[in-house]
């Protein structure tokens, strides 16, 4: 029961917008599936679900599991273009990388980078408008840097 429900939970949330953690009781109640609230939360942690801000401006729940025939995950995007609307320059030198955002900015656009890149970097420091990322070593600074200046292209 538990493995259908939440596998409802992600059609749902793939096929319209969620902002709250009743609707989404609602509508799986509505179906069949008598759900409390403290379930609901219970499967939208272990799913992984997050909310993200739509294209209308609203936070919905979306999935971080990896669609198949998509290639990447619901907030792959979400993230994206968090960093794409952030980022005015990427430079790096010796193992440091240095991110220019615009102002108050800073902060999504790291939650971006350790998102996507977790696993190239030693860690990340945001402030107001600059990230400073660190590397191991200089290799993948540079490696790391072309790879950001390309999300900020795509």
């Known amino acids: 029961m538990k493995n259908k429900r939440q596998e409802k939970i992600l059609e749902l949330i793939r096929e319209r917008a969620f902002l709250t953690q009743d609707e989404l009781q609602e509508a799986l109640n509505s179906l069949g599936f008598n759900v409390t ?27 971080q599991i990896k669609d ?18 952030s980022v005015i320059s990427v430079d790096c030198a010796f193992n440091n990388i240095v991110i220019k955002c615009y102002a108050g900015m800073a902060s999504g656009a790291c939650v971006a980078v350790d998102y996507f890149f977790s696993g190239m970097i030693m860690g990340s420091l945001a402030g107001d408008d600059t990230i400073l990322v660190i590397t191991k070593t200089p290799e993948i600074a540079v490696q790391l840097t072309e790879r950001l200046l390309a999300m900020c292209k795509d």
């Open 68 to 85: 198949e025939t998509l290639g990447e995950r619901e907030s792959d995007s979400h993230y994206k273009a968090i960093f794409k609307r």
């Open 37 to 63: 609230q403290s379930t609901v939360s219970r499967d939208i942690k272990q799913l992984r679900i997050i909310k993200a801000l739509d294209s209308f401006g609203n936070y919905r729940y979306v999935s």
